[in-house]
């Protein structure tokens, strides 16, 4: 039986408009507007996914565990709607907004808490910081390889084979178990799971640890604070072109665009 563990973020919906949220300037923190889902990292459902396509082929046990504070139960359920057999909830006051070195540290924890493990898959990154550190914090704290960014993930000869995306295509590399990998939005969205699993899922049981539960202070780790949030401001110029003919306007352009040294 292989033992995969998914490292899954709940965070509002990062398709939202920017204009549905304010910044909260004492909080340092995104305040999202009426209507503004709750879901699941959309990275960290790729991973699911890539879970999931190996249980298919091999006999495995899939363990969900999500961080925070009073998490969306429906939400975080859509895991095991999936297909995935376990969910562990970290639910504390101080598992909210920590940054990316003391969330792998309390992951790490209850990783290790669970005991058993071959497998450890996270999205390439949170699709709301985009920091991309977790996964990789967590493969050094637990002292195992890791490959990041992936494309596609399959078992091979006792070993995890990944394509790992770069610039120009993918490489192939292969580690030995246990390993990390994060894993990228190129190897598909999850599986949608259909009413009934849904509503079969919210019927099953899930664990719940605290920090005391851990033994851990994950706010005594962290190593960055931040200093200010805000709204980017953009600002927009357009300056019309004209001529008396069509080429002429296209010959007014060009100068315009070789002043501004585009061309």
Not at 113 to 138: H, M, P
Request: proline share 6%; charged share 25%; aromatic share 4%.
């Amino acid at each position: 039986m292989l033992n995969i563990i998914i490292c899954a973020k709940v965070m509002f919906d990062p398709e939202a408009p920017i204009s549905t949220f304010r910044i909260d300037p004492e909080a340092k923190r995104a305040i999202p507007g009426k209507g503004v889902p709750p879901v699941l990292n959309p990275y960290d459902e790729n991973c699911l996914e890539a879970a999931l396509r190996i249980k298919e082929l091999h006999p495995s046990k899939i363990t969900v565990i999500s961080m925070g504070k009073d998490l969306p139960k429906a939400v975080v359920k859509k895991s095991l709607a999936a297909g995935a057999d376990e969910l562990v909830l970290l639910e504390d006051d101080i598992f909210e907004n920590l940054d990316g070195c003391a969330t792998a540290y309390a992951l790490a924890a209850a990783i290790k808490k669970i005991g058993e493990y071959d497998l450890i898959l996270t999205g390439r990154q949170a699709a709301d910081t985009n920091a991309g550190q977790v996964g990789s914090g967590i493969a050094e704290i637990l002292a195992i390889p890791s490959v990041t960014v992936a494309q596609k993930v399959e078992l091979v000869d006792g070993k995890v084979r990944v394509e790992r995306v770069v610039l120009d295509g993918y490489e192939v590399v292969e580690a030995p178990l246990p390993c990390l990998i994060t894993v990228s939005h190129e190897l598909g969205d999850l599986r949608s799971p259909s009413m009934q699993e849904f509503v079969a899922a919210q019927k099953k049981p899930v664990t719940t640890w605290k920090a005391q539960d851990l033994e851990v202070e994950p706010s005594a780790v962290g190593r960055s604070k931040l200093l200010e949030l805000f709204m980017p401001e953009k600002e927009a110029k357009c300056q019309m072109v004209e001529g008396e003919t069509p080429e002429e306007a296209g010959a007014n352009l060009a100068l315009k665009l070789r002043e501004s040294k585009i061309i």
